[in-house]
């Protein structure tokens, strides 16, 4: 669903809803998590938003992005930058949520601090490129090889 959506809105607009669903389901499992209703509902708009945002999306803007000649080391630096950033986010997540007591009061803490980590994340979506200059610059990619 988020590479039909790359074709068809671009990558600025598939990574602002995949941040925004992120970063509303970790606000909404901070606050209203402890039900189970709520939970089941937060956790589907994180797992929704992660599609958006991991996979597909990041690899069009790195592959739109990057010389030919540089596509392959791109592509191993962005999978590595990947694995790191899940790696620390777990570490971080857990270290939060151990430091204010654990249990449920820490992980709310741990959840609200992701929200607002993911919330600049949304900020910095507005920085990429929309959809007409993104075809703009393929076209002249295409054109130049």
Same mark, same amino acid.
């Given at each position: ?17 995949g ?9 909404y ?7 189970? +209703? $709520?939970?089941?509902? /937060?956790?589907?708009? +994180?797992?929704?938003?992660? !599609? ?14 990057? #010389? ?6 791109? #592509? ?17 997540? !857990?270290?939060?949520?151990? /430091? $204010?007591?654990?249990?449920?009061? !820490?992980? %709310? ?21 929309s959809? #007409? ?7 002249? %990619?295409?054109?130049?090889?």
């Amino acid at each position: 669903m988020a590479g039909r959506s790359l074709d068809r809105f671009g990558s600025r607009t598939v990574l602002m809803t995949g941040t925004s669903l992120l970063t509303l389901g970790m606000l909404y499992l901070a606050f209203k998590g402890n039900i189970l +209703v $709520h939970f089941y509902f /937060s956790a589907c708009m +994180v797992g929704i938003g992660m !599609g958006f945002l991991v996979g597909a999306p990041l690899r069009y803007i790195m592959l739109n992005e990057s #010389q030919l000649d540089e596509r392959a080391s791109a #592509q191993g630096a962005l999978r590595l930058f990947t694995g790191i950033g899940q790696l620390l986010g777990a570490v971080l997540v !857990g270290a939060v949520a151990s /430091s $204010h007591g654990g249990g449920t009061a !820490g992980l %709310k803490i741990a959840y609200m601090m992701t929200g607002v980590m993911s919330l600049l994340l949304l900020l910095s979506t507005f920085a990429l490129k929309s959809r #007409q200059v993104e075809l703009a610059t393929s076209i002249g %990619k295409d054109s130049a090889t």
